[in-house]
T-cell receptor, first 113, second 111 residues
């Protein structure tokens, strides 16, 4: 069965600092992987996705993620965080139908000035 | 503007009173689904639909019904709501193995 683990419930970083949010997945075949962001009171917005090919994927808002099959990981990174990046971030893996998303429990990001 | 809309955005109801949350998308997507979001649990899929008249259970379907009579609409029905269905609900749609577009969410409280 598919599953996603986001080991960090809450992360606090200073504005301008680098960011890495961890995501580990469990899936038997080549996964489809996603990162979504949810701002307070909002729906979910796709940051980036990995289906195949280059293991380093670029997304919106300056985010990137790297797929590492050997570690079953898909960590999200940003070199310099902005105050507007404060939000909750969800990693997700697609199931057998590829439209059936399994979400992690989320990581809440706080950005301090 | 391409979007997924949900109504109502907020709803407070009482145990056992049937309710429907509507979901509509204007992108001609085949695939639609419903999720619920609970603190510490992330989002869990309730039901999904691959196309008109094709629906299937997700991870937490108990207590919910759906229908897909038209491509653009995918209502979520709670025939006898209970307090454990108090949650934040999201509808989503996508065209294929691609980005799921999420609605703004419906916050439901069942007293």
């Amino acid at each position: 069965a598919q599953s996603v683990t986001q080991p960090d419930i809450h992360i606090t970083v200073s504005e301008g600092a680098s960011l890495e949010l961890r995501c580990n997945y469990s899936y038997g075949a080549t996964p489809y992987l996603f990162w979504y962001v949810q701002s307070p009171g909002q729906g979910l917005q796709l940051l980036l996705k990995y289906f195949s090919g280059d293991t380093l994927v670029q997304g919106i808002k300056g985010f990137e993620a790297e797929f590492k099959r050997s570690q079953s990981s898909f960590n999200l990174r940003k070199p310099s965080v902005h105050w507007s990046d404060a939000a909750e971030y969800f990693c997700a893996v697609a199931g057998t139908g590829a439209n059936n998303l399994f979400f992690g429990t989320g990581t809440r990001l706080t950005v301090i000035p | 503007e391409a979007q997924v809309t949900q109504n109502p955005r907020y709803l407070i109801t009482v145990t056992g009173k049937k309710l429907t949350v509507t979901c509509s998308q204007n992108m001609n997507h085949e695939y639609m689904s419903w999720y619920r979001q609970d603190p510490g649990l992330g989002l869990r899929q309730i039901y999904y639909s691959m196309n008109v008249e094709v629906t299937d259970k997700g991870d937490v379907p108990e207590g919910y019904k759906v229908s897909r009579k038209e491509k653009r609409n995918f209502p979520l029905i709670l025939e006898s709501p209970s307090p454990n269905q108090t949650s934040l609900y999201f509808c989503a749609s996508s065209s294929d193995y691609n980005e799921q577009f999420f609605g703004p969410g419906t916050r439901l409280t069942v007293l």
